[in-house]
């Protein structure tokens, strides 16, 4: 070969019969010094052997190292064979091995229009083979060396070429850390292909929040639209009105999104006063203007504006609040439906008293408009009950058809009580709440002649008091109409209605365990249990909080758990953790030294997502597990922002340990779509205290310093995320009572952090020092729960609005003492009553209030306001509501079954002669209330009353049985007066000569029974009976327990006649 003509060697190249085989082809190009000349000028004969030849060469093109070199053979020696690439040469375990100048020009040269319709490969595959290529663990960017001329160019995404829009943010983060990807943002090359239609818009969001921060003083107007609109809104501050105009201009023209906190900041830059011209060119970015622009500007540019104001969705509180006071101080009349419509997205700023002097009519006539009424419902909450009440007040017995199916839940629970007939196809669609729907019901289940048909919203109102009026066979019905279903939502019931469902099934053996709603088999007998297996399956949708605490069953539950599926030590399989699903949320709740979580499979992590709330031991469980590295979401080293993405609600409960491990840019990102997610959920505030303590870590600073963390800003404050990254002292340094001012009700909505919010009410208070007054107390939010009573005492509320602002249950719970200090001022206020508003407005802040004040509330005030928890009340105190209770639904008690649920929330100032007068109402008493029952009218009760309260509902004081009310009153009674109930309840010890009492057979407490009620109450010598106000109390002393005796026998007696 050596001897033999490049010309000569064609013909033999070329010829079947001189290559046998691919290697044979390989040796003879090896050993062959005219090879190169060969390539260079003599294009293959066939494809087959192109293909052939460039195999054999294909290592020595990737192995040189020279740029020249690189150069000859990608542009000369292969110029004719490139076209006949296949996926092998391509291929990760072929490329990776090439050198970096060579692996740059094979991506530029299949970058460069490359015709992949003869290759056996796609740019997808070459995309597979450069991430495979650049991925490096350790950050650092492959092919990247500032001292090597070869290799120092920051035009380094070149190394991905054209198919950089196949990568993915997570690509991104493996080829280049944050730090190093700052170095490479500024190069104009880089730019230009940032710029590529089809990149993914969180890469591109992510690249231009580098080049910010590598360049702050970037211009942004030299960028191309799709990458302007990638801008982050620091890009945006402090810029020449005109460039933010032109720059929102090419927003608006260019980009599918603009996220607030760039249109805030643009904005922010028109120093000018807003005219009409620059409203409407503004259009939906309107949603940018500050209360201190809509404040400034005049009244008629305003007023002339509504067009197009009302048509910008997302203002808070705060912004429409502004716009309503100027267009209505303008003139612009709300009297009528027509006005009502043009306010569109801005009726959330009109007040109570504005909407309770429209006429009801024209309030019914807008009731058909589906824009005003999704607007309304961004309204607050007092707006949209005066809503409703003007609508039912029309035509009382209509209600349920006058109101608009999403507003349903504000109509009043006594009108629901009195409506004359009930028609499901009404009542079915609608939005009812629990208390609402305990009324409704009886009446509609009664009619209905499917109870599968119904709604979750009407099936929630099941009780054993309504059970009691109807056919077993139909109550079964609704406890199947109750299991999940895969078009709605699951039917929320609580664990007195979940025990009485599992009393009328418990014996029905045709029932299985997924014909029920899963929160009902937390009950369950497992005595009864067939195929543990299936059982604990469906129970691991359970919602297992539900349970009260005092009965164990979660521990019970995991111990009979055990031994079902062999579990052994502190290590759960992947099948155990499979069936046990949501049971995980009750392991380690408070001992980390028995840690399941932090030993079993990974898969438990998947099944904590689906807990309502986690402990710090269950917390400490879930960081060692992860910190481990052996889960899905692998080394804690190459956590990025994908991994907080994919773990859930988790991040939410996990500690700054967790937090620490993600870059700032990494926490920020996730914070902007995580916490806007979080408030849908109606998070508690505490949890979201807790949250934004632990992410916003590794803070620190000095006030002697200054603000060093940056001015906060409109931008800083649209930011979702925002304060994070601000400490308390950089957050009161770097915020100036101008931007407070300006943004009262966007900076109240997002700070959560006490200390923040005190700097923000110290801040107020010197703009202030009069007082803060009805329209800035409107925005202050939770901001007002750490004011002092003081504090409170100095502030000016006259409106419903105000106070319904601060008792906002959202905004975290009040002490007693600041609640009272809120509403007395309210009150303090000529012509401010307790109306039907104001008690829906303080709910459960009721009982901070004293009985005098109390008394002032009316009977009618009463009848139409949602029932309130009460738990907190002293006793005088739940007795003066009470007695207003009883006149205000004394026209239902027609209908024992309604005036019981009416009554059922202020049944705790019951005195014990009601109460008794209640147990001859056959109305199946729920445990709840019996155990929410003033406690010296419990230990009055005796066996027969007990018998009569809770009648179908008996057998559930046997499960409560330790509860420490029903303890206590068993106790106090002696044991053969119990034995009457046969539910196995333990009392006291029988007097001694009772041993002759026969013994009565006990029943489990998940028997159904009725027991007819028998009275004695005689006169025997030296023993008077008093009944005064139907008290059934036996006055004697030594010869106490002979009457209990005699009761007791003839009870049993008569029983054994029947």
Not at 281 to 292: C, H, K, V
Not at 433 to 449: H, R
Not at 576 to 586: A, D, K, P, S, Y
Not at 773 to 798: C, F, M, Q, R, Y
């Amino acid at each position: 070969m050596t001897s033999t003509r490049a010309i000569s060697s064609t013909s033999m190249l070329s010829s079947s019969n001189t290559i046998k085989n691919g290697s044979d082809l390989c040796t003879l190009l090896r050993n062959y010094s005219q090879a190169i000349q060969y390539l260079q000028m003599h294009p293959a004969q066939s494809p087959v052997l192109a293909r052939q030849i460039l195999a054999c060469v294909w290592p020595f093109a990737l192995s040189v190292s020279s740029q020249v070199d690189v150069n000859q053979w990608f542009n000369v020696y292969l110029a004719h064979y490139l076209p006949y690439l296949s996926y092998q040469l391509i291929r990760p375990a072929q490329l990776n091995s090439a050198s970096c100048l060579s692996y740059r020009k094979l991506v530029s040269v299949l970058g460069n229009n490359y015709n992949f319709s003869n290759t056996d490969f796609t740019s997808a595959d070459v995309y597979k083979s450069i991430k495979a290529y650049l991925t490096n663990s350790s950050g650092t960017p492959r092919c990247y060396n500032s001292s090597d001329p070869n290799l120092n160019s920051t035009a380094w995404f070149t190394n991905i070429g054209p198919f950089i829009t196949f990568m993915s943010l997570s690509d991104l983060q493996t080829f280049v850390s944050d730090n190093q990807i700052s170095v490479f943002a500024v190069n104009l090359d880089n730019l230009r292909l940032f710029s590529t239609p089809g990149i993914a818009a969180n890469v591109t969001a992510h690249y231009m929040a580098r080049l910010f921060a590598q360049n702050p003083e970037f211009d942004p107007l030299s960028l191309p639209a799709n990458l302007l609109c990638a801008t982050p809104a620091s890009a945006f501050v402090n810029l020449p009105e005109s460039e933010s105009k032109t720059i929102l201009k090419i927003l608006n023209n260019s980009c599918t999104t603009i996220s607030l906190e760039v249109t805030a900041a643009l904005v922010a830059n028109f120093n000018s006063t807003l005219t009409t011209d620059t409203i409407q060119s503004l259009g939906t970015q309107n949603i940018g203007l500050t209360e201190g622009q809509i404040l400034a500007a005049n009244l008629n540019v305003i007023n002339s504006s509504i067009s197009t104001l009302s048509t910008v969705t997302g203002w808070n509180q705060g912004q429409v609040n502004d716009i309503i006071l100027r267009v209505t101080t303008a003139g612009f009349q709300i009297n009528s439906a027509s006005s009502l419509v043009t306010l569109g997205t801005l009726i959330g700023g009109v007040s109570t008293a504005t909407m309770s002097s429209i006429p009801s009519s024209q309030l019914q006539i807008v009731s058909q408009n589906p824009t005003f009424i999704n607007n309304i419902l961004t309204a607050p909450v007092i707006l949209q009950e005066t809503y409703v009440w003007k609508i039912v007040s029309i035509n009382e017995p209509q209600a349920v058809v006058n109101v608009p199916n999403a507003l349903a839940t504000f109509i009043p629970r006594v009108i629901l009580a009195s409506l004359n007939a009930v028609n499901v196809s009404f009542v079915n669609p609608k939005n009812w709440n629990k208390e609402q729907a305990l009324v409704l019901f009886p009446d509609v289940v009664s009619v209905s002649n499917n109870v599968k048909e119904l709604s979750d919203a009407v099936l929630q109102g099941f009780s054993c008091t309504s059970a009691q009026a109807l056919p077993v066979l139909k109550v079964k019905q609704v406890v199947q109409a109750c299991r999940p279903q895969p078009d709605r939502s699951k039917v929320p019931l609580q664990e007195s209605q979940l025990t009485c469902m599992y009393n009328y099934v418990k014996g029905d053996k045709s029932f299985t365990f997924s014909d029920v709603h899963p929160d009902m088999l937390l009950y369950y007998d497992y005595s009864n249990v067939q195929d543990c297996r299936s059982y604990f399956s469906a129970l691991g949708a359970a919602d297992f909080s539900i349970p009260s605490s005092f009965l164990n069953i979660q521990k019970t539950l995991f111990n009979n758990a055990q031994t079902c599926l062999g579990i052994s030590g502190f290590s759960l399989s992947q099948t155990q953790v499979g069936i046990l699903g949501n049971m995980v949320c009750t392991l380690d709740l408070h001992n980390v030294d028995f840690s399941y979580i932090q030993k079993s499979d990974p898969l438990i992590i998947e099944k904590l997502k689906n807990c309502g709330d986690l402990t710090a031991s269950q917390v400490t469980g879930i960081q060692t597990l992860l910190f481990s590295g052996n889960t899905p979401y692998g080394n804690p080293s190459t956590w990025k922002l994908q991994t907080l993405q994919q773990l859930g609600n988790l991040p939410l409960y996990l500690n700054t340990e967790f937090w620490a491990k993600f870059s700032s840019m990494d926490k920020m990102t996730f914070l902007r779509s995580f916490i806007p997610t979080l408030k849908t959920q109606n998070i508690p505030i505490t949890t979201l205290q807790r949250l934004f303590t632990a992410s916003n870590t590794n803070i620190k600073s000095k006030r002697a310093a200054g603000c060093t963390a940056g001015e906060i800003t409109e931008a800083n404050i649209a930011d979702p995320s925002f304060p994070v990254g601000y400490d308390s002292t950089q957050f009161d340094l770097c915020l100036s009572l101008t931007v407070l001012k300006n943004n009262p009700a966007a900076i109240t909505q997002k700070v959560v952090d006490p200390s923040f919010e005190r700097i923000i009410l110290n801040k107020l208070n010197q703009a202030y020092p009069s007082g803060l007054n009805d329209s800035v107390l409107l925005k202050l939010g939770p901001t007002s729960h750490v004011a002092t009573v003081s504090e409170i005492n100095n502030w000016t509320i006259t409106t419903i609005d105000t106070l319904a602002s601060l008792m906002n249950p959202v905004n975290g719970a009040w002490t007693s003492n600041q609640s009272t200090a809120v509403i007395m001022n309210y009150l303090s206020v000529p012509g401010n009553t307790l109306g039907t508003g104001e008690i829906n407005t303080v709910g459960s802040s009721l009982c901070s209030l004293s009985t005098s004040v109390l008394r002032t509330i009316t009977v009618n005030s009463l009848r139409f306001a949602n029932p309130a928890d009460l738990s907190s009340c002293s006793f005088s105190q739940k007795n003066t509501l009470y007695n207003i209770a009883v006149l205000a639904f004394i026209n239902e008690t027609r209908d024992v079954q309604q005036y019981y649920q009416l009554i059922n929330p202020f049944l705790g100032g019951a005195p014990l002669s009601d109460i008794i007068t209640l147990a001859a109402k056959n109305i199946s008493m729920d445990i709840t209330t019996f155990i929410n029952l003033d406690p010296n009218a419990v230990m009055a009760l005796d066996v027969s009353a007990v018998n009569d309260l809770f009648r179908n509902n008996l057998p559930v004081l046997k499960l409560f049985e330790n509860n420490t009310v029903v303890q206590s009153w068993r106790l106090q009674q002696y044991q053969f007066q119990l034995d009457t109930l046969r539910i196995g309840l333990i009392g006291k010890q029988n007097p001694s000569t009772a041993n002759t009492t026969p013994t009565v057979n006990k029943i489990s407490m998940n028997t159904t029974t009725t027991i007819t009620k028998t009275s004695v109450l005689t006169t025997f010598t030296n023993y008077t009976a008093n009944t005064t106000a139907g008290c059934a109390t036996v006055h004697g002393e030594a010869g106490l327990w002979r009457l209990s005796l005699f009761v007791g026998l003839l009870m049993v007696t008569l029983h054994t006649v029947h």
